[in-house]
T-cell receptor, first 114, second 112 residues
Framework: NAGVTQTPKFQVLKTGQSMTLQCAQD?????MSWYRQDPGMGLRLIHY???????DQGEVPNGYNVSRSTTEDFPLRLLSAAPSQTSVYFC?????????????FGNGTRLTVT | DAKTTQPPSMDCAEGRAANLPCNHS???????VYWYRQIHSQGPQYIIH???NNETNEMASLIITEDRKSSTLILPHATLRDTAVYYC?????????????FGTGTRLTIIP
């Protein structure tokens, strides 16, 4: 099993550009989520999904869109990149059985917006 | 979700037990205590979790106080590879509510 796979590993964007961060999991997990990590701030939830076709906002959703058309994939779209979106982005998944099962994280995408 | 409080940093000698405390005084009855760690800028790695009872696995032990307001992660024989940021989080048990709050964690440094 590959687990949670994120691509790309690194990305540099100019202000105003758009892009999609990819996240795929091969564990048939119902729950998937996106976090961003900034220095000194821990991980903050951007968006999450409890199953295909269902998404919801997290703590810091502004500037980001998500969709969940399949169980395996949960892409994160930056509509118009801003320097404030420079961060490390982590995708995570979980079987969807609630707090009794751990989240599995990908290895992240490091995004720089100039 | 309940919030957690951890010391910002700790040191531990190699080969000794590392004891990392976490306060979660507002934890609810259906919230689990989870521990993750992050080495450099890799993705968070799951360590252990528990609800009420103490737990042990191949990586660590988790001690939860009887009132559940605090817990301690124990790495029994710390190695240099255990140097990382350790996060304590609480998490509800209901399907569909997976909003987690990661704080700033404890930076554990293992000293040779």
């Amino acid at each position: 099993n590959a687990g949670v796979t994120q691509t790309p590993k690194f990305q540099v964007l100019k202000t105003g550009q758009s892009m999609t961060l990819q996240c795929a999991q091969d564990m048939n997990h119902e729950y998937m989520s996106w976090y961003r990590q900034d220095p000194g701030m821990g991980l903050r939830l951007i968006h999450y999904s409890v199953g295909a076709g269902i998404t919801d906002q997290g703590e810091v959703p502004n500037g980001y869109n998500v969709s969940r058309s399949t169980t395996e994939d949960f892409p994160l779209r930056l509509l118009s990149a801003a320097p404030s979106q420079t961060s490390v982005y982590f995708c995570a998944s979980n079987p969807g059985t609630g707090g009794s099962s751990p989240l599995h994280f990908g290895n992240g995408t490091r995004l720089t917006v100039t | 979700d309940a919030k957690t409080t951890q010391p910002p940093s700790m040191d531990c000698a190699e080969g000794r037990a590392a004891n990392l405390p976490c306060n979660h005084s507002t934890i609810s009855g259906n919230e689990y205590v989870y521990w993750y760690r992050q080495i450099h800028s890799q993705g968070p790695q799951y360590i252990i979790h528990g609800l009420k009872n103490n737990e042990t696995n191949e990586m660590a032990s988790l001690i939860i106080t009887e009132d559940r307001k605090s817990s301690t992660l124990i790495l029994p024989h710390a190695t240099l590879r255990d140097t990382a940021v350790y996060y304590c989080i609480v998490r509800v048990a209901n399907f569909g509510n997976e909003k987690l709050t990661f704080g700033t964690g404890t930076r554990l440094t293992i000293i040779p």
